[in-house]
């Protein structure tokens, strides 16, 4: 039986392209803040912070009173500006109000570790509606689970370029089973290449992965297109074979991410998972939203199967030749 029929997934995508079309993908990194305490009321400071068109975010640490940052340093890094300093407070911080000022006007996350002299690790995750935090003491292993879960979550649902492609997909499976297929390939390769990379036990350059990762999306779209003109290709006919393969360079792009965010020492296994497992409920919350979409859309609107699925096709790989683009462009002028 296929999916729905294909019209009504084809407006709800042409539909959620039409919000994101403008949007590079993950222009959004989240922020790091981490605070290495020496004692009591001495820290190091490291400040890292996304750069946006080559200005890096206005966002700076406030401590309670009777601290005094000091910054020592600044180096610029691809996408990135990361600032060095010291914290030195007159008593213990811990449990008082700090704010990484400039949050609030920002579309960015931002992640809050503070690392005791033992080793141990409390980790945030601020939003820009909740910039302020209590300094917190080492926390618990569900403390640390539900903070990169909610950053996995945050970054496949603001990954443009992952989820074009997970649509690309769903346009092309047809039948439940298959996209029950194709989605566990797909997550199963990028879990092991996420896994594989964040652990360092595979190097590989994120730049041409990105501009590859655009390539797929790229391939995707022309397969969709050539579907809407009758023609079967190497995709729609293996779908899950394809989406593994794929899914493999994907993973690598999540890496990135995580390896960004960075991952406490002592709790690597958790924070892994947990980043994981946020990933996977985001794109299973996207096809669920397409999916309860269609369902309406196909009770009110009739749309020629052909045109939408044409028009879909047009728009994902608009956006994906831009990306692959703009990402080899970067290359070859780096």
Not at 68 to 78: F, H, K, L, S, Y
Request: hydrophobic share 50%.
């Amino acid at each position: 039986m296929r999916l729905l029929r294909r019209a009504p997934w084809l407006l709800l995508v042409l539909a959620w392209l039409g919000t994101v079309g403008r949007v590079q993908a993950h222009e959004v990194r989240p922020a790091y803040l981490e605070l290495r305490a020496r004692s009591e009321t001495r820290f190091e400071m490291m400040l890292k912070l996304p750069a946006l068109g080559g200005r890096p975010l206005q966002v700076r640490l406030d401590m309670p009173e009777g601290c005094r940052v000091e910054q020592t340093g600044a180096q610029d890094t691809p996408g990135a500006v990361v600032i060095v300093g010291r914290v030195t407070c007159t008593a213990a911080p811990y449990g008082r109000t700090a704010r990484l000022a400039g949050l609030q006007n920002t579309l960015t996350d931002a992640l809050v570790r503070v690392v005791q002299p033992s080793g141990e690790v409390a980790t945030l995750r601020l939003t820009p509606d909740n910039p302020d935090f209590a300094v917190p003491r080492p926390t618990s292993r569900l403390d640390v689970f539900r903070t990169y879960g909610a950053l996995g979550v945050e970054h496949i649902l603001t990954g443009f370029d992952h989820l074009a492609f997970v649509a690309g997909l769903l346009l092309l499976v047809g039948s439940f089973r298959r996209l029950l297929a194709t989605v566990t390939a797909f997550t199963l390769a990028h879990s092991l290449t996420l896994s594989a990379a964040t652990l360092g036990l595979i190097h590989v350059p994120q730049a041409p992965v990105e501009a590859l990762i655009a390539l797929s999306i790229l391939l995707v779209a022309v397969e969709v297109v050539a579907l809407s003109q009758g023609t079967v290709g190497p995709i729609a006919r293996h779908p899950a074979r394809i989406a593994f393969t794929f899914g493999l360079l994907h993973g690598l792009g999540f890496a990135a991410a995580l390896r960004e965010a960075g991952l406490p020492s002592q709790e690597i296994p958790v924070s892994l998972l947990a980043f994981n497992l946020g990933v996977e409920a985001g794109q299973i919350a996207f096809i669920l939203t397409l999916t309860a979409g269609a369902f309406v859309l196909q009770r009110v609107v009739r749309t020629p199967r052909a045109t939408a699925l044409r028009l879909a096709g047009y728009a994902i790989g608009g956006m994906a030749a831009f990306w692959f683009i703009d990402r080899v462009s970067a290359i070859l002028l780096a």
